[in-house]
């Protein structure tokens, strides 16, 4: 889905996730499974703080105790579909609407979104500063630089290998580092190799400034990162929180919780580490180049 259909869908989708038939009186009433309520998610939005930000009020708010699992995108839709969390949140577009075709999830609701962004030592030995991503990995693969990747069916490691397809190249040289870890420890891994890698924005803002990476390559269509939040079926797992999973989504998607999202760490950074879905403009400002 591009940008501006993203954008535009995220009024609409927002009434999906409570179009839930069938759902039992026993599963709409709090407290039948106490007051807990398991979010899976990607990595990157606990690494850059958000959830730590926003959590509190809702909790403080709906008397729920959300229980956070921060896993890689693939993970966390992994865990829906053993009924193992009562919603996610990721960024693996082709990921979700599997999850959604395969009857694991009613829908999925734009959250947020941000971007991609190839990060690498400040010298930038291969010269990929300004090009076009699947031109910079290209470059890189020719030059032998080394590239830390997360190999860990992420969001971004998905969307790291749709890149190097895209470019012809299968990553397999020694040049090549995977991780097998989150987006904070792999760029500080990249850090100490004097590697590139992809992460998301957010994360790098949150966390580059002890490291000596810049970024390097960024905005495009390519390297859009839009985030959804699923609610998981309960018709499938009737134990789910399906009325404290579909409250938080309430919650996230308010234009309150919208606008903090949108201004969160905004005035440290210069720049949104995350584009709220209400009024996104397609990542406006948000593809500036950083420092």
């Not at 962004?117 to 090009?131: C, F, H, K, S």
Request: charged share 20%; hydrophobic share 45%.
């Amino acid at each position: 889905m591009g940008r501006a259909a993203w954008g535009a869908a995220a009024g609409a989708a927002a009434l999906v996730v409570w179009a839930l038939p069938g759902t039992s009186a026993a599963q709409d009433v709090p407290g039948v499974r106490d007051r807990e309520i398991v979010l899976a998610t990607t990595t990157s939005i606990r690494d850059s703080g958000l959830l730590a930000a926003l959590l509190p009020g809702f909790e403080g708010s709906s008397g729920y105790r959300v229980k956070v699992i921060a896993v890689g995108s693939g993970q966390a839709l992994a865990l829906a579909r053993g009924g193992e969390c009562d919603l996610l949140v990721v960024h693996d577009p082709d990921g979700e609407a599997a999850l959604v075709r395969d009857g694991f999830a009613r829908g999925r609701v734009p959250l947020m979104s941000n971007g991609f962004v190839l990060v690498g030592p400040a010298e930038d030995p291969a010269d990929v500063r300004g090009l076009d991503p699947v031109e910079a990995l290209q470059r890189l693969a020719r030059a032998g630089e080394l590239f830390v990747s997360r190999a860990d069916r992420s969001g971004t490691h998905t969307r790291e290998r749709a890149l190097w397809r895209r470019a012809g190249i299968v990553p397999a040289a020694a040049w090549y580092r995977e991780t097998g870890q989150g987006m904070s420890a792999t760029l500080q891994i990249a850090n100490e190799l004097r590697a590139y890698a992809l992460t998301d924005v957010g994360t790098f803002l949150a966390h580059g400034s002890p490291l000596d990476l810049r970024i390097l390559v960024e905005g495009g269509a390519a390297l859009f990162n839009p985030y959804h939040v699923l609610v998981v079926d309960p018709m499938r797992f009737p134990d789910l929180n399906a009325h404290g999973a579909r409250e938080l989504v309430r919650f996230l998607t308010a234009p309150q919780t919208q606008r903090a999202i949108g201004e969160y760490r905004r005035d440290e950074f210069g720049r949104p580490l995350f584009v709220p879905a209400q009024g996104d403009t397609g990542l406006r400002g948000a593809h500036q180049p950083a420092g």
